[in-house]
């Protein structure tokens, strides 16, 4: 089982990040798919969920309107467009996988926000 999440990287206030989570090892569309993301000295939280047929969002209070989830289960992967970043979305990002009581997670991808 692999998640592999890219597009991380150094961004302006105000800027826009597409994070990508590539997958590989299961049965992606049978899972519910998750962005959380951990910043320094800070638990992981969850910033996004998908459902596994991708009618279905969620979304943290700080990120909503701002952040959209979407997945292509074609191409087994899950997207976390980020919009109107701040700098207090500066964190690496974790890719999840859900089913039952299997879950799997990525390596993290970092997101900066600062001038």
């Known amino acids: 089982v692999q998640l592999v999440e890219s597009g991380g990287g150094l961004v302006q206030p105000g800027g826009s990040l597409r994070l990508s989570c590539a997958a590989s090892?299961?049965?992606?569309?049978?899972?519910?798919m998750s962005w959380y993301c951990q910043a320094p000295g800070k638990e992981r939280e969850l910033v996004a969920a998908?459902?596994?047929?991708?009618?279905?969002?969620n979304y943290a209070d700080s990120v909503k309107g701002r952040f959209t989830i979407s997945r292509d289960n074609a191409k087994n992967t899950v997207y976390l467009q980020m919009n109107s970043l701040k700098p207090e979305d500066t964190a690496v990002y974790y890719c999840n996988a859900a089913r039952n009581s299997r879950y799997y997670w990525g390596q993290g991808t970092q997101v900066t926000v600062s001038s």
């Open positions: 998908i459902s596994s047929a991708g009618g279905s969002t």
């Open positions: 090892g299961f049965t992606f569309s049978s899972y519910v």
